[in-house]
């Protein structure tokens, strides 16, 4: 069964606009939580990671929302560029050197 | 910091030969090294997890004697797919984890492997 579930499937949104992927948990053992953003032909690339320790965490144009209480956690993209297209993945680790258990994957399209 | 290659980025082999995919850490040692497979526009599947010096771990339904995984230093992984046939066909990716990294997996670039 899908440990992390990924919400949506697919984004469109506008140049300046804001992106917004949900992902929502069940275990509540999970202890550290990393979003990757990939391009089509390559690997996953860390774009910012959170532990449930922290509400709220910043990296320039992205933002992770952490709600320990509802196991959901987000990625907020400010200011979404084209150069933004990309496939996001959330996940959540169980444990120090466990495995990652990945969501289904968002595709977001930045119209110019 | 934390680059994980891998070679070849993509390989065409005959039906029934074996391949060989490296992930090499290129400044870290990677205690951990992990093996996934990606099918078009899907997630990531974890195939194998892998420790320096010991056997790997493989994920229910994972053949082990298809995908043999060797993990002989801290900075080399590879994978084998032995016997390949037009259903291996896939985009294998494999990460490394190192404790002074903050615990995360990086990703290497991925290999394209089709099996004709």
């Known amino acids: 069964q899908q440990q992390v579930k990924q919400s949506p499937q697919s984004l469109i949104v506008q140049k300046g606009g804001i992106s917004i992927i949900n992902c929502a948990y069940e275990n509540t053992a999970f202890d550290y939580f990393p979003w990757y953003q990939q391009f089509p032909g390559k690997g996953p690339a860390l774009l910012i990671a959170i532990r449930p320790d922290v509400s709220e965490k910043k990296e320039g144009r992205f933002t992770i929302s952490f709600n320990k209480s509802a196991k959901q956690f987000s990625l907020h993209i400010m200011d979404s560029q084209p150069g933004d297209s990309a496939t996001y993945f959330c996940?959540?680790?169980?444990?120090?050197?466990?495995?990652?258990?990945f969501g289904a994957g968002t595709q977001v399209v930045v119209t110019p | 910091g934390a680059v994980v290659s891998q070679h070849p980025s993509w390989v065409i082999c005959k039906s029934g030969t074996s391949v060989k995919i490296e992930c090499r850490s290129l400044d870290f040692q990677a205690t951990t090294m992990f093996w996934y497979r990606q099918f078009p526009k899907q997630s990531l599947m974890l195939m194998a997890t892998?420790?320096?010096?010991?056997?790997?771990?493989?994920e229910q339904g994972v053949e082990k004697d298809k995908f043999l995984i060797n993990h002989a230093s801290l900075t080399l992984s590879t994978l084998t797919v032995t016997s390949a046939h037009p259903e291996d066909s896939s985009f294998y990716i494999c990460?490394?984890?190192?404790?002074?990294?903050?615990?995360?997996?990086?990703f290497g670039p991925g290999t394209r492997l089709l099996v004709l």
């Open positions: 990460s490394a984890s190192e404790r002074l990294l903050q615990e995360t997996q990086y």
């Open positions: 892998s420790n320096e010096g010991s056997k790997a771990t493989y």
């Open positions: 996940a959540a680790r169980l444990g120090s050197w466990g495995k990652f258990q």
